[in-house]
């Protein structure tokens, strides 16, 4: 949004500011502008496989869509209702401030669509699979780029 200043003279009353009336004062007027580019913001398109076959031995699979670059993937999944935590997570988790190390998923396809890990997924996840992310910690996207990201739920209850 691009912002244009205008200045309003205003005009001086007798005995106040300058009488000679050279220098009036100013009253501050913004207009603004806003784009409207034909190019939308590019998307990343998400897959959250569940962590066991239902009665038919298939994984459900849940899809989501997010704006490159804009949401944690916890944000999205919470977002979307998308199972996130197992059993013990559900009841002590950290709200997303990356100090618990509850949610946990695996990176099956997309890895070059998410952030590289942080300072606090090295810590938690050191003896983990580099497969493995905090979803607390890992941003979708990077606001230029779009693509598939497929996420397995809960990879330590995997076989």
């Given amino acids: 949004m691009a912002s244009?200043?205008?200045f309003t003279p205003v005009p001086l009353t007798a005995?106040?500011?300058?009488?000679t009336n050279k220098f009036p004062r100013r009253r501050h007027n913004?207009?603004?502008?806003?784009?409207?580019?034909?190019?939308?913001?590019p998307e990343i398109e998400l897959e959250f496989i569940a962590p066991k076959p239902d009665g038919e031995g298939k994984f459900p699979v849940d899809k989501a869509k997010?704006?490159?670059?804009?949401k944690l993937m916890r944000s999205i999944m919470l977002d979307n209702k998308i199972e996130l935590y197992a059993t013990y997570g559900k009841l002590m988790n950290c709200g997303g401030g990356g100090s618990c190390g509850t949610c946990i998923v695996e990176i099956i396809e997309g890895k070059d669509l998410l952030n590289e890990r942080t300072n606090?997924?090295?810590?938690?996840?050191?003896?983990?699979?580099e497969s493995w992310r905090l979803a607390c910690q890992t941003?979708?996207?990077?606001?230029?780029?779009s693509?598939?990201?497929?996420?397995?739920?809960i990879p330590q209850w995997k076989k």
């Fill in 4 to 6: 244009l200043n205008i």
């Fill in 30 to 41: 913004s207009v603004s502008f806003v784009s409207n580019s034909p190019e939308s913001a």
């Fill in 120 to 129: 606090t997924e090295l810590k938690y996840l050191k003896k983990k699979p």
């Fill in 15 to 19: 005995g106040i500011g300058n009488p």
């Fill in 139 to 145: 941003i979708v996207g990077n606001k230029e780029n």
């Fill in 66 to 70: 997010a704006i490159s670059g804009e």
């Fill in 147 to 153: 693509g598939k990201v497929v996420v397995q739920r």
